[in-house]
């Protein structure tokens, strides 16, 4: 038995459900895509970085890191320098940059490239989302 092959034949849809079509195709493709970098608040280790300072490293990638800090009641970070802009969003608690700036939790503050940044402190403990340079020793001013 012979068959023919059957012709597609292109079918015009409209704008608005052509529209609808695209967006759930990629939407699919998107949520397929495994290369995103993704850490669970219950995964990833705290390492201690300052007496009463843990971090958390998410990513470091060019020089510049994303990472958490937590602080525990009554700590601080010494004044120091910032080689790259720096972002910080205060995740919980409150914290303190140095004696005329205080932020709680969804508060932002940005320290620019080459700034001298006061104490930070906390003393009620905090936990912080930072985007900046990789920290080093000599960046501290203590």
Known sequence: ???????????????????????????????????????????GAWQPFLDGVAIKVLREHDGRMSYLLRLAPGASLPP????ADE????????LCVGSRIRLGPGGYHLAHRGALHARLA?????????????PEAGDVLE
């Open 87 to 94: 972002e910080c969003i205060v995740l919980d608690g409150e």
């Open 122 to 134: 906390s003393a009620t403990g905090a936990t912080v989302f930072l985007h900046g340079a990789t």
């Open 80 to 83: 120091h320098r910032h080689r």
């Open 1 to 43: 038995m012979n068959r023919r092959p059957r012709l597609i034949v292109p079918v015009t849809l409209p704008a608005a459900a052509a529209r609808a079509l695209r967006r759930r195709l990629l939407e699919r493709v998107a949520d397929a895509d495994a290369s995103h970098l993704t850490i669970a608040a219950d995964q």
